[in-house]
């Protein structure tokens, strides 16, 4: 066969693998948006002490898994031991005052109770001494009729000396005696009048203490607030894992100082991984959750991953650059922004559990299928 017509079927061929792959990737693209500005994202959980002290111990090892509320550090904990001695002793000091002071009210109810009884003593007395005083006031008075009467008769001589002398004397003995019960009443009421200020005084004094009882459990309560905080700081001497996952970046040793809110270690999460694609904002158009993409990560070459389209960014990535883009300044030029794109993966896949995240991946949404 004639070379030039070997060229030519070559060309042919060649020719027709190329259009028939260039109209592949053509219609590929056509339903297909993809971009190798992507990268596996995960939680990273910092590890964040909530208690200043001296690292006593180090219970992980870097890049070791960890569950959460494991102990991964230990800080010396005897200034906050000492604390809660000194909040348990200031606590039992305010019980004791609140003993103290309940025991001075029992006290101060039974002096009330005891000048109650002894008012109602009194005022019975006075009720004794006003019947005696109408007792003889009565025989007074029938004394004084019996008397007036014998001086009559007395005076037309029809009773002898004797008689008017012996009835004489009853009035005497009668009105001595209402003088007698009129000042056992007095008597009686002044006592029933002491008796009542008696009363008074110890109900003051009752009412005082039962207010330093008041200002007793208002102090057990501040005290018991300040164990409370004090036990809370002594456990947070044992810093735990906040989360599920492999220690990384480890920055502290035995014997260092650690601040409170200084992060020491970084925990990365496995149980939730996602790739976060920057596409361009030209390429949104047809782009909705829920839609099919192809996940190749670089470091696994020729294997893929599934998901689907998870959520949108509320803005570009420059709007979260530390100095964003102002346009309204300088020379403006036109640059075609890129907006953050969640992917989450399925976690089914076998690759799963070999991804990182920060890893490079390249996606491709499939616009037409969910």
Not at 30 to 45: L, P, W
Not at 244 to 258: D, F, T
Request: aromatic share 6%; net charge positive.
């Amino acid at each position: 066969m004639d070379k030039k017509i070997l060229f030519r079927v070559g060309g042919v061929i060649v020719l027709a693998i190329a259009l028939f792959f260039g109209y592949s990737e053509f219609k590929y693209l056509q339903r297909h948006e993809t971009t190798d500005d992507a990268q596996i994202d995960g939680d990273v959980n910092p590890v964040i002490p909530k208690a200043s002290g001296y690292v006593k111990a180090i219970r992980f090892k870097d890049n070791q898994f960890v569950k959460e509320g494991d102990t991964l550090i230990v800080l010396d904990d005897a200034d906050y031991r000492i604390r809660v001695a000194q909040a348990e002793a200031a606590m039992q000091s305010a019980m004791a005052a609140d003993r103290v002071s309940r025991s001075q009210v029992n006290v101060a109810s039974a002096s009330v109770q005891s000048s109650q009884a002894s008012v109602q003593t009194a005022r019975n007395q006075v009720a004794t001494a006003q019947a005696n005083v109408a007792a003889a006031q009565a025989r007074a008075r029938k004394a004084n009729q019996d008397f007036e009467r014998y001086s009559r008769l007395l005076a037309e001589k029809t009773v002898p000396q004797q008689q008017f002398d012996a009835v004489q004397a009853e009035r005497d003995a009668a009105q001595a005696q209402v003088q007698a019960a009129q000042a056992q009443l007095q008597t009686a009421q002044s006592q029933v009048n002491a008796a009542g200020t008696q009363t008074g005084v110890t109900s003051s004094q009752r009412r005082a203490t039962e207010g330093q009882i008041s200002v007793a459990q208002a102090a057990i309560k501040q005290r018991q607030t300040d164990l409370d905080l004090a036990n809370l700081q002594l456990s947070y001497t044992v810093v735990r894992a906040p989360a599920s996952g492999i220690v990384s970046k480890r920055s502290v040793q035995v014997g260092q100082l650690v601040q409170a809110g200084q992060a020491l270690c970084s925990i990365v999460g496995n149980s939730t991984l996602w790739v976060t694609a920057n596409f361009k904002e030209t390429q949104l158009k047809q782009m909705q959750p829920g839609q099919s993409v192809d996940i190749e990560v670089d470091a696994f070459e020729g294997e893929k991953l599934v998901g689907h389209v998870g959520s949108f960014a509320g803005a570009t990535g420059a709007k979260f650059t530390l100095l964003p883009p102002d346009n309204a300044t300088g020379n403006y030029v036109k640059v075609v922004q890129r907006i953050p794109v969640r992917i989450d993966l399925d976690k089914n896949s076998p690759l799963y559990a070999k991804l990182r995240p920060g890893m490079s991946a390249t996606v491709a949404v499939d616009l037409q299928g969910k």
